[in-house]
């Protein structure tokens, strides 16, 4: 598992209501388990467990641990690398406290605090001496490395490494990136890993010398933790640098609106510059365009000859995509011939990440995009029945198996509608969401689950939002399943505020005032 899924099934663990202290209890008990039964089969008595904590949740990690071998009977030394103050993980902090508070204090616990590195060097001494018989458990740096080795990490580092006790690392030797299991400058060399929920990435990569036996134990993180999106998904949008400049957030492209329908684009243009992208266009009929301009300043309008796309359009369209990092293809356009054939045209043509909604999804065929990985649809039902027609009946599917109404079934019956859904959309390498009471979004073998929104939804528009969020966040970079994934999460969010404020009578223009600020939200 990447480091950063990990964090954000950590977080959304939070968000369904399992704290973050919880997990770490959870994995500090595991690990004293796991150092408890290595001490009884490498050593024949009891030996001294020497825990060394950074200011992170590793370090937390080894606070709980700490606990749970002194109630075992072990004796245990705490070398703390960071005083209270420089501890910014509240949860270790937390557990850092207990044990401040065990005073006068029976059981046989000593916490060092080591000011600097001569501090460590006087270890370095000791270690020396007689520590073949003890364990050393490291828990000074986990997922949250950051950069070079600061210097007195290192200096410990390299006193862990010379000393001959048993070594344990915490989730993962400190000093090793967790994704591709690189260590830039030193890192521990552990006889053993124990790491928690799932493997991380780089921990199957990195040499054996320094992970040494990998030991993974289970921290009650329960599935839907990872099946479902949540606020922790923000995690994976990109921090907006201090000197970005305009356009470096991303700009999108809108093809769609026609005669009858300007609103559709506009919203959806609104709903994306909510999301954060920097510049939004629209390419739009003459009969959209004033109507869109007056809608919104916000929005860069090009005014295309004709009431409907058409086949006229493509040169000026095509240039505009060039200047955009993604494109929206479809709301409002109505359905017609001209249409049609621009827009199958166009998916051919177009080499950036594309969204497809509405009428595209009546009007462009399925076979052209099979092959593009970079394509997210977002059909309702009838639009995926529609779309996925001959899937459905190639796999002896009836439109009931792949009806979304998830109401009063148990999880046999979610885990088959699953697997319907998946075989219908594995026939495309893109994403699919299927939108309805909790959104699916399905691309090969991934799922994801969203469980926000209301039935206030249903009202005319969110579907364009979704499909202007779901574009702004690939324009800012965001990979097709994360983007899509996270605009339902804040897309039903933000329906959600919109129906605290205004009750049932609120419209899709009201959930972009929300967007802003649940982006914030980790
Ligand atoms: N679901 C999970 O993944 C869980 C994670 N837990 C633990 O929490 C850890 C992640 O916690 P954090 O995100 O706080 O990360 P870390 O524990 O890795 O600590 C990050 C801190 O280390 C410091 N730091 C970063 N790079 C440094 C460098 N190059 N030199 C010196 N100092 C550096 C920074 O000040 C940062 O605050 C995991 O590895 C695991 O041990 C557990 O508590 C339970 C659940
Ligand atoms: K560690």
């Known amino acids: 598992m990447d480091p950063i899924d990990m964090q954000v099934t950590d977080h959304n663990c939070e968000y369904l209501g399992l704290s973050r202290l919880c997990l770490m209890e959870n994995a500090g008990k595991s690990l004293s388990d796991e150092v408890a039964t290595l001490s009884t089969f490498t050593f024949s008595k009891p030996v001294k467990i020497v825990i060394f904590t950074g200011s992170g949740g590793n370090g937390g990690d080894g606070f709980v641990a700490a606990r749970h071998l002194l109630n075992r009977g072990f004796s245990v030394d705490l070398c703390l690398l960071k005083n209270d103050d420089e501890i910014k993980f509240q949860d270790a902090l937390t557990?850092?406290?207990?044990?401040?508070?065990?005073?006068?204090?029976?059981?046989?616990?000593?916490?060092?605090?080591?000011?600097?590195?001569?501090?460590?060097?006087?270890?370095?001494?000791?270690?020396?001496n007689n520590f073949s018989?003890?364990?050393?458990?490291?828990?000074?740096?986990?997922?949250?490395?950051?950069?070079?080795?600061?210097?007195?990490?290192?200096?410990?580092?390299?006193?862990?490494?010379?000393?001959?006790?048993?070594?344990?690392?915490?989730?993962?030797?400190?000093?090793?990136?967790?994704?591709?299991?690189?260590?830039?400058?030193?890192?521990?060399?552990?006889?053993?890993t124990v790491g928690f929920h799932k493997v991380k990435t780089g921990l199957k990569i990195a040499s054996e010398d320094i992970v040494g036996g990998l030991i993974t134990c289970d921290i009650g993180i329960p599935l839907e933790a990872e099946l479902f999106v949540g606020d922790g998904d923000l995690l994976k949008l990109k921090n907006r640098s201090n000197n970005s400049h305009k356009g470096n957030n991303g700009s999108l492209l809108i093809i769609g609106g026609s005669k009858e329908y300007s609103g559709a684009p506009g919203l959806a243009g609104i709903s994306a510059i909510s999301s954060g992208v920097d510049l939004v266009h629209v390419a739009t009929p003459e009969s959209a365009a004033t109507p869109i301009k007056s809608y919104s300043p916000d929005l860069i309008v090009h005014s295309l000859k004709g009431d409907y796309l058409?086949?006229?359009?493509?040169?000026?369209?095509?240039?505009?995509?060039?200047?955009?990092?993604?494109?929206?293809?479809?709301?409002?356009?109505?359905?017609?011939?001209?249409?049609?054939?621009?827009?199958?045209?166009?998916?051919?043509?177009?080499?950036?990440?594309?969204?497809?909604?509405?009428?595209?999804?009546?009007?462009?065929?399925?076979?052209?995009?099979?092959?593009?990985?970079?394509?997210?649809l977002t059909p309702h039902n009838n639009e995926f029945k529609q779309f996925y027609q001959d899937i459905i009946h190639e796999e002896g599917l009836t439109f009931d198996d792949v009806s979304m109404r998830f109401d009063n079934l148990n999880y046999k019956t979610v885990n088959d509608k699953l697997t319907f859904f998946q075989s219908v959309t594995n026939s495309i390498e893109g994403v699919t969401v299927v939108k309805g009471e909790s959104d699916f979004i399905f691309q090969g073998s991934k799922v994801k689950i969203n469980t926000t929104g209301n039935p206030g939804m249903t009202v005319g528009g969110t579907g364009d939002c979704l499909a202007g969020l779901t574009s702004g966040l690939l324009a800012q970079g965001l990979n097709v399943f994360d983007s899509a994934s996270l605009a339902t999460f804040l897309n039903g969010k933000a329906g959600d505020l919109a129906m605290d404020k205004y009750?049932?009578?609120?419209?899709?223009?009201?959930?972009?005032?929300?967007?802003?600020?649940?982006?914030?939200?980790?």
């Open 133 to 192: 018989e003890s364990i050393i458990i490291d828990g000074i740096l986990g997922t949250g490395i950051k950069g070079k080795i600061r210097s007195k990490e290192r200096r410990a580092i390299e006193v862990i490494n010379k000393s001959n006790a048993l070594k344990v690392a915490i989730d993962v030797p400190s000093g090793m990136n967790p994704l591709t299991g690189e260590v830039l400058d030193v890192c521990v060399k552990a006889d053993y």
């Open 503 to 522: 009750g049932y009578g609120f419209a899709a223009s009201n959930l972009s005032e929300f967007i802003g600020k649940l982006m914030d939200g980790v």
């Open 310 to 376: 058409n086949l006229n359009n493509q040169e000026e369209i095509l240039n505009l995509v060039e200047d955009v990092d993604a494109v929206l293809i479809g709301p409002g356009a109505s359905q017609n011939d001209e249409t049609k054939k621009l827009f199958n045209i166009l998916v051919h043509k177009i080499k950036k990440p594309i969204v497809l909604d509405a009428d595209a999804l009546k009007l462009v065929n399925r076979k052209l995009i099979s092959k593009r990985n970079d394509i997210i």
């Open 95 to 128: 557990n850092l406290k207990v044990l401040r508070n065990l005073n006068p204090r029976v059981s046989r616990l000593n916490i060092n605090y080591l000011k600097d590195s001569s501090e460590i060097d006087k270890l370095d001494i000791a270690f020396n």
